[in-house]
């Protein structure tokens, strides 16, 4: 067994700010406190290490440690030797806070740590936010250019159906979405139920969805909801959302084409961008408004909905469209209270329906 090392302190009883000259023996367990004045009344003491409340290291040379209920008796070292072999304790925070206050290596892991910490909440909460903010900062002009190019890469693994798409643009154009973006819709040959927007007007609409139909009105509704995603930039900010990191620093150095050859490399992702509901619910509500304008029968979002729905409650693979824009109860309750309270005015609209009929004639 080693021997206990002594050194010189000075004790104080945390009553006043008198102090009396003790020698300390340091043990591995424990403190052993023996006055050096015959006349003082207070004895010799021992302090387990375990049961210290508190250690301070000041200087690399005069510690501080804390014994006992309140009020503390407090023994100060002046002793680098101390500093070096004095084992404070090991458990819980006091561990932790120690090994930070009095370790320079700790101060710098902790600064090291804390400031990785904040870089990744920046990376995955700020930076996404922020990307989607900057959208703002797009002029409408480019985002449009970017939507062209992301379409011309995408489309070219699609089944085109050029008559039917003939056909779903001539029904766009009877109906004012109030919008600067130039809308025209694709329609494509596919098994899956889908439909989707994408950055600056095009619309895709697969031909599964369209056969579902049964009146033109769930057509309107669905080109007015996809609209609406363009409109406000939906598919964009999700987008920018999901690329944030390399898409800000291209915007903060004006390098607009890397975004645009970032997008396009992601292309084939693009159908599968969900929405959140406030997003969703948002949509809706651009493409009831564009129904009732138009005085068409804003039911036809309902009839749309529940077609999905029968779909999905019949035991069929859920429709893709459902998966990236979930139709949730609150949806369909939003829009059926809008009806409720407006009662809006609609009529027939016999042209719509004939160009409907020779949309989905060929299913």
């Known amino acids: 067994m080693s021997e206990p ?14 102090s009396i000259h003790v020698s300390v023996i340091l043990y591995s367990d424990r403190l052993v406190i023996h006055p050096k004045s015959d006349d003082v009344i207070t004895g010799t003491q021992t302090w387990k290490t375990s049961l210290i409340k508190d250690y301070r290291n000041s200087t690399n040379e005069v510690i501080q440690v804390s014994y006992g209920e309140y009020p503390s008796q407090v023994l100060e070292i002046v002793s680098a030797d101390f500093a070096i072999k004095f084992k404070p304790p090991v458990s819980g925070f006091d561990k932790f806070s120690h090994s930070i206050v009095h370790s320079g290596v700790g101060i710098i892991a902790f600064i090291s740590a804390a400031v990785i910490g904040l870089l990744l ?60 973006y130039p809308l025209q819709v694709t329609v494509v040959n596919s098994e899956i139920k889908n439909a989707f927007a994408l950055p600056g007007g095009h619309i895709v609409v697969y031909t599964a969805l369209l056969n579902d139909m049964k009146q033109y009105e ?17 598919t964009t900010k999700h987008i920018f959302r999901s690329m944030s990191g390399y898409l800000l620093v291209s915007i903060l150095f004006g390098d607009l084409s890397g975004i645009t050859a970032l997008v396009i490399d992601n292309a084939n992702q693009i159908h599968q961008l969900s929405y959140s509901r406030s997003l969703e619910t948002q949509a809706d509500n651009v493409g009831y408004k564009t129904m009732v304008k138009n005085a068409i029968n804003p039911k036809g979002i309902i009839s749309l909905f529940e077609n999905l729905q029968k779909g999905n409650e019949a035991g069929n693979q859920i429709p893709e469209f459902l998966s990236t824009h979930p139709v949730t109860e609150n949806r369909m309750k939003n829009i059926s209270d809008k009806i409720k309270k407006e009662k809006p005015v609609y009529v027939d609209h016999a042209f719509l329906e004939g160009i409907f009929k020779q949309v989905i004639r060929n299913k």
């Not at 057509?219 to 996809?226: K, P, R, T």
């Open 218 to 234: 769930e057509l309107v509704a669905l080109l007015g909801h996809e609209a609406g995603h363009v409109t406000e930039r939906h």
């Open 121 to 180: 909440l920046l990376y995955f909460f700020a930076l996404p936010f922020l990307a989607e903010q900057s959208v703002n900062l797009i002029p409408k002009e480019y985002e449009i250019k970017m939507g062209a190019s992301l379409y011309e890469n995408m489309i070219k693994t699609e089944k085109v159906d050029i008559e039917r798409s003939k056909f779903a643009n001539q029904f766009l154009k009877q109906i004012n979405f109030e919008t600067d």
């Open 5 to 18: 090392n002594i050194y010189d302190g000075r004790l104080f009883d945390g009553k006043s700010s008198s």
